[in-house]
T-cell receptor
């Protein structure tokens, strides 16, 4: 069964304190791995797509990497406005291209 | 703003009532998805449309749930005889023909009393 597990569930950082979020997955025929950011009461906001092991993508203070079993979202020198829930999802090999999400990591960055 | 809109944003109803939600996708996106998200969890897939055809339904979608996408444009999700366990955020997402990422609307928060 396709499955996505994210850790930690919650993370508190001081402003400027870099860290990484983990997403481990088991899926048959990975089509893509996606990172989304979600603010309270809002829909997920697309961040990155990764397609193959070794691929990296960057956007401002965020960098996503992918291996054959997991993905990391590295946050460098975070700011309070980076506080949100970060969701990881995989797209399996079926025809619908539906996303299978993890439970997310709730990030709080304190000033 | 992703260009995907949902209406209403919030709905409070009493147990046993019927509710209907609407999703307006990005105009050129022919693939549309409904997800449900409960507190502290990631979104869970409910159903998928390509144009007007409903091609996949999750086992989460009980007989009380029905979704339509007439003419391949907007979509509606109806829940009949609501139960307290239906309380959740209902999210709509759309995808174009080439790119694989899905773009989500703001969601409809349903509370069943």
């Amino acid at each position: 069964e396709d499955q996505v597990t994210q850790s930690p569930e919650a993370l508190r950082l001081q402003e400027g304190e870099s860290s990484s979020l983990n997403c481990s997955y088991t899926v048959s025929g990975l089509r893509g791995l996606f990172w989304y950011r979600q603010d309270p009461g809002k829909g997920p906001e697309f961040l990155f797509t990764l397609y193959s092991a070794g691929e990296e993508k960057e956007k401002e203070r965020l960098k996503a990497t992918l291996t054959k079993k997991e993905s990391f979202l590295h946050i460098t020198a975070p700011k309070p406005e980076d506080s949100a829930t970060y969701l990881c999802a995989v797209q399996a090999g079926d025809s619908s291209y539906k996303l299978i999400f993890g439970s997310g990591t709730r990030l709080l960055v304190r000033p | 703003d992703t260009g995907v809109s949902q209406d209403p944003r919030h709905k409070i109803t009493k147990r046993g009532q019927n509710v209907t939600f609407r999703c307006d996708p990005i105009s050129e996106h022919n693939r549309l998805y409904w997800y449900r998200q409960t507190l502290g969890q990631g979104p869970e897939f409910l159903t998928y449309f390509q144009n007007e055809a409903q091609l996949e339904k999750s086992r989460l979608l009980s007989d009380r749930f029905s979704a339509e996408r007439p003419k391949g444009s907007f979509s509606t999700l109806e829940i009949q005889r609501t139960e307290q366990g239906d309380s959740a955020m209902y999210l709509c997402a759309t995808r174009g023909g080439i790119e694989r990422e899905q773009f989500f609307g703001p969601g409809t928060r349903l509370t069943v009393l």
